[in-house]
């Protein structure tokens, strides 16, 4: 059975840091896509980052892009996401997710939420 269990959320001030930590069991991540999203109330679940294992490029939404390092801990199992200079708008719910294959895009070039496991989420608040 695969789990997935987000840590690390909180609540900083505009400027502030945080990593989130998403520890897996049950799962392999070599060869397959792990990824954050997060969604804010009334708004639409964003792919933030994501990284294939195997490949060098990893992902970014534009909003994370020079901000956000998305990276894999093989010998942990562990997904990590580091969010410095957080911003208000970056407040929202953070959710890791795991598939069983590669990455996919969508038609505008923004990842997928075809993931086949979610973690329950972790709250990020920034304040202003």
């Known amino acids: 059975q695969v789990q997935l269990g987000e840590s690390g959320g909180g609540s900083v001030q505009t400027g502030g840091s945080l990593r989130l930590s998403c520890a897996a069991s049950?799962?392999?991540?070599?060869?397959?896509?792990m990824a954050w999203f997060r969604q804010a109330p009334g708004k639409e679940r964003e792919g933030v980052a994501a990284v294939y294992t195997g490949s060098d490029s990893p992902y970014y939404a534009d909003s994370a892009k020079g901000r956000f390092t998305i990276a894999h801990d093989n010998t942990k199992n562990t997904l990590y996401l580091q969010m410095n200079r957080l911003k208000p708008d970056d407040t929202a719910m953070y959710y890791c997710?795991?598939?069983?294959?590669?990455?996919?895009?969508?038609?505008?070039?923004?990842?997928?939420?075809?993931?086949?496991?979610w973690g329950q989420g972790t709250q990020v608040t920034v304040s202003s």
């Open positions: 049950g799962y392999t991540a070599s060869g397959r896509c």
């Open positions: 997710a795991a598939a069983l294959g590669p990455c996919r895009w969508d038609s505008r070039g923004l990842l997928r939420a075809d993931f086949g496991y």
